[in-house]
Nanobody
């Protein structure tokens, strides 16, 4: 059974850092794309970052480019999202997701992902 579990969220001051983890079970994570998404209250779920199967490519939303870094630890079957220079507008519930079929040009489309974690809250506030 495919399962994704996010952790690492919390309250951080503007300019601070957090590292989110997405632990996978029921499948070999390195063979699949993993996307990070976020959803703020009253807003649509948006793609934040993605790492392609076998780590060939990484993708970032313009709003987080240069501040967030996605990586994968195959030994731990876990994907990370390192978030630096956090801003209040980064406040949201963050989700990781995977897909049976990965279409790179639309990595940011949440409808393309089949399996989702439960989410972890990130709050950036002073």
């Amino acid at each position: 059974q495919v399962q994704l579990v996010e952790s690492g969220g919390g309250l951080v001051q503007p300019g601070g850092s957090l590292r989110l983890s997405c632990a996978a079970s029921g499948f070999t994570l390195k063979n699949y794309a993993i996307g990070w998404f976020r959803q703020a209250p009253g807003k649509e779920r948006e793609g934040v970052s993605c790492i392609s199967p076998s780590d060939i490519s990484t993708y970032y939303a313009d709003s987080v480019k240069g501040r967030f870094t996605i990586s994968r630890d195959n030994a731990k079957n876990t994907v990370y999202l390192q978030m630096n220079s956090l801003k209040p507008e980064d406040t949201a519930v963050y989700y990781c997701a995977t897909a049976n079929y990965f279409y790179a040009p639309q990595w940011y489309q949440h409808n393309n992902y089949n399996y989702w974690g439960q989410g972890t809250q990130v709050t950036v506030s002073s």
